[in-house]
Every structure is written in structure tokens, then in C-alpha cells.
């Protein structure tokens, strides 16, 4: 009989209850645009870094270093790279990948094809 009368006061069985569990739907509304906010810095950290490391090795020594054929792919791989970060961070904001915000990833590739490429 307590312990009824506990999960009916605290409202769970276990006696325990969830202090992260927002209070209202604008906390939960504000708590889910943080997430989202931070999962996408994440990914532009990481793929994002990824893209531009690989471009800029190409401009400083993959010329000189390796075949040109060598350095169009790496250079078309920094591209799809671009590519799938922004696709990855539009479905976290709950876009299309395919939406034409898109093709932003391919700004690292847009640089350095000068540099590379003259």
C-alpha cells in the first residue's frame, strides 16, 4: 500500500524522479534547438576540419609531391567530403539532403581549385 501511494505522489514506480525531463514544451522546444545547434558545430568540426586539411595539403604539397591524377581525386574526395558534412548537417536540422544549402560543402573545394589547379 505505500508503495502505491509513493508512485501515485512522485509519479513513478521507482520512487525516483527525472530532473532532466523539460518542464514545458518551449523548455523542450529550446532544449531540442541546443542539441541540434551543437551536433551541427560537431560535424563541421570534424568533416568539415577533415575537407579542409586534405585541400590545404594539396595546395602547400600535393603538387608537387603527387601525379596530377593523384590530386584530382583527393581533390573530387575533399568535395564529396564537403558534400556529406552538409547533407549530415541539414538532416539534423530537419532539411532534405538534398536541398540546394547543399552544395555550401563544397566551398573548401571551390578555394582551393585555384591554387591547385594554376
Known sequence: ???????ARYGSTSGMSDEMTPRSEAEAISLDRVQRVLASVLVVFVMGLISAVLDSYLI?????????????????LSGLIGL??????????????????VLIGLIPMAVSWYWIFH
Open 1 to 7: 500500500m505505500e508503495d502505491r501511494n509513493r508512485s
Open 60 to 76: 602547400f604539397s600535393g603538387k608537387s609531391r603527387m601525379e596530377h591524377s593523384d590530386v584530382i581525386g583527393l581533390w573530387g
Open 84 to 101: 556529406l558534412s552538409a547533407g549530415m548537417i541539414l538532416m539534423l536540422n530537419r532539411h532534405k539532403p538534398y536541398h540546394p544549402l
